[in-house]
């Protein structure tokens, strides 16, 4: 019983679908997180869901852990071999199914990308709304619980799929979920899925909801005297009710990257950047109502815009933050804090993340999906100096246990990979022995994604 | 090891708390459903998650089994005991215990039905916004994954709890989800009790999200010429993004039933039930948009209204049309179905439920939350006459079946407890063991609502 068996077997089934070459194991050892590249022993290429029950049964019954990949986005080291054995490759299997463009859904296959789905959806008027940033693909995003800018109007991955197919540890295939909008049968199988990191099933298979494409769009950029004021001016706007696409934090730090990565010039002030989706009429009155409450705390220097274009390169702007920072010292890696905190806590934990850094005197800057209490320190280090990057860890666990000390959340989008395992106690106590339970319960040789999210003894 | 004595050591624990009463088991031995009433054999009234935790495990040493109960308006008999033991009173349980307006969030006990919340919550300008109808308890509704009218707006409980804590069936006491918006840390223990019928935990305390109370709110009837027509507008409208708050389809017979209840007098022709919430000038656009949609697909007659008390009267006649329907035959009893499907099958669904009622000489009628693709026959028998009901169950069945062929579930709303297992297998296939292997690794001796949603071997 033994990784190298299992290999063998495999290479039998997959033929030159089963890799061992270097080069192949290269690109499956690193993503785009921190964590130091580990190569898995070989890299299979499935093509279908009965090729994913084979190859997880044959890894079986050698004990060979199996470890699926997408297109390598994780910012925690999910997608890493940690424990050796195969990474699974799942970008073969990347069709549209189905589109019913009726009930606003699509049926898809795990390896295929938001911005492919969203080119093949083009046509229809509707289109699908998690966007992490990071062109993932969808199987990766609903393992991680992924969200983005636009949750706070469109919901996360927890929210968009409707549907799953999965295989477990055993080689079963079962299905969780279905095309109607909502059922009250059994155990929400496909919610305990959704999130649970590769570690309880591999996807095979995705059902998930589309929107109808609004038909007026605006954004705008607004420049606050202080976080405070920015975050107040989110809180009233949210209970207002006003029905925002995105509402985004970005401190000083960050606009100051950010102007000189994407040759921008907003001021270098606290911002919220803005989007308003609906009818003509009711963005114009969304966005009147925003700019009374950002003018109450202190918001101006508005920029405004239609423009397709102009927004494209805003949101871009807005997904490259972690790049624009690392820009301004090159040779640094960093790491993207993640928590998420109620709305009422948000000023005091972005003040306190602040605090914090100075204190360390680390560079770096803050932003976030206000509109969710969620938000990133960016926190960067030079990878030839362990003890600036010991502060970092520092700072990014003191923000973790501030986050838990304001009733919130250690990870609000990026999950825990092997990066966050360490506050999976502190978060959850005693339902940690309950998910370890369930791990148990359904791979008990550990064979999935082992070493993520929970250690079990 | 017997049920006499545990609810002989739950007496001392409890005293006058642990009821053996007739009168008091009576009252927790019937609901709203058709099941026939099973008296448990005691009846506990905890007064703290502490206290229940006690008491189950008093009940997991004895094998004793333990059922709780809100207020009984269950409609699949989840809360009789039908393998005997204690029936868990929650509604001394009913506090809120924090309302936090700035985060649009209460946490409260499982015991407070949701119009007493809202009583509490009517200063803040907040609301909670599941309503089945009935004046459930917030435990129940979470433990059945309840909805009701305006989840095609607000979401359902799945959507609407934040976090929950609950006790397992060895006593032990956790808390999943937090107060935090949105979380990618670990397992989704929520959504997994959530909807898990009192199977798997007893929940014990809830943080469920508010709403803003809409400035702008308008009502209106608008008969159509067919179901065809009512239900293509239904599509259109909500593929057009309009954000209805309610959206309900009532047959014609169930016009006639109201008509007669309620004294109104609207056409016998099958209806729409709408309402918006926005601003004042959002509400007029929308309703403006629907006007126009409803008017292509043969609606007409609307009838408008912004006053609240014309309002209550008109969702209180919907919340009603199942007594509506049971008052034109006095003496009888019903079942109300509850299959929901994809949107653009629902015509089909709807043509296809009312031909069976007819082919099998029933009478009743067809009302739904038509927005979520979920819709009820209410099907309503003599008691005396045991070969009506099996015409009522074969025309229940068979409108199972057509949901599943259709891409749909057997439940949207009520949830499976003793009368829908049967339909387990069909919609679930392999996953229904993954159910089963959960069940008995959280409560190996089943002792948590025994006879519910799955039966173990």
Redesign the interface.
């Known amino acids: 019983m033994t990784i190298q068996t299992a290999v063998e077997q495999l290479r039998t089934l997959l033929g030159d679908r089963l890799s061992t070459a270097d080069s192949v194991r290269d690109l499956h050892g690193r993503d785009e997180s921190w964590h130091p590249d580990v190569l898995p022993d070989a890299v299979a290429f499935p093509q279908s869901t009965q090729e994913v029950s084979e190859i997880v049964k044959i890894c079986a019954a050698q004990g060979c852990p199996i470890v699926p990949w997408g297109v390598g986005t994780s910012l925690e080291g999910h997608a890493l071999a940690v424990k050796g054995g195969i990474s699974l490759d799942m970008t073969r299997m990347d069709r549209v199914l189905e589109v ?1 463009a ?4 699509a049926v898809v296959q795990p390896g295929i990308t938001r911005e492919a789905l969203n080119e093949h959806l083009r046509a229809t008027g509707l289109f699908f709304s998690v966007d992490p940033g990071a062109n993932a693909t969808l199987g990766g995003m609903a393992a ?4 983005g800018t636009n ?1 706070v109007r469109y919901g ?1 991955m ?2 968009n799929v409707l549907a799953l197919e999965a295989v ?1 540890a055993d080689g ?5 979920g ?12 496909k ?2 899925l ?3 990191e590769g570690t ?1 099933g591999i996807i095979t298979e995705l059902t998930v909801k589309l ?2 494409t ?1 038909e007026g769009i605006s954004a705008a950029t607004c420049a606050f005297d202080s976080p405070e004021g920015a975050v107040a001016a989110v ?1 009233q706007t ?4 006003v ?1 925002m696409a995105r509402i985004e934090y970005v401190d000083e730090w960050s606009i100051g990257a950010v102007n000189a990565w994407a040759k921008m010039s907003l001021p270098e002030k606290p911002h919220l950047f803005v989007e308003f989706h ?2 003509p ?2 963005v114009k ?1 969304q966005a009147a ?1 925003f700019g009374e409450i950002a003018a109450e705390h202190g918001g101006g220097d508005f920029k405004w815009t239609t423009n397709a274009e102009e927004r494209a390169k805003l949101w871009h702007a807005r997904h490259n933050f972690y790049y624009a920072g690392r820009a301004l010292r090159p040779g640094c890696r960093g790491i993207s804090t ?1 928590v ?5 806590r948000l000023a005091e934990a972005v003040i306190e993340a602040r605090r914090d850094m100075q204190a360390a005197g680390l560079t770096g800057g803050l932003i976030g999906h206000v509109g ?3 938000f990133h320190a960016g926190l960067y280090f030079d990878p030839e100096d362990p003890e600036e990057l010991v502060r970092v860890k520092e700072v990014a666990a003191k923000l973790a246990r501030t ?1 838990l000390r304001l ?10 990979g092997v990066g ?1 395992k360490a ?2 106690e502190a ?9 370890a ?3 148990r ?2 791979d008990p040789q550990g064979i999935l994604n082992p070493g993520k ?2 250690d079990l003894n």
Do not use: F
């Not at 991680?144 to 969200?147: D, K, L, M, N």
């Not at 079963?172 to 969780?176: G, P």
């Not at 978060?427 to 998910?435: I, N, Q, S, Y």
């Open positions: 019913h009726e009930d606003m859904d991680t619980r992924a969200s949750a996360t927890r929210d477990l079963r295939i079962i299905r969780a279905s095309r109607a909008r909502k059922s009250s049968t059994g155990y929400d199988l919610a305990l959704v999130g649970s309880l929107w109808g609004p809180i949210i209970q207002m009710g029905p609906g009818t009429e009711g009155e109502i993640d998420c905190v109620p709305i009422s969710d209490g969620n986050a009733g919130g959340t250690v990870s609000g989008e990026h999950g825990i966050k506050y999976m978060e959850h106590g005693e339902a940690l022995g309950v998910m339970q369930i791990k319960t359904l999210m929970l």
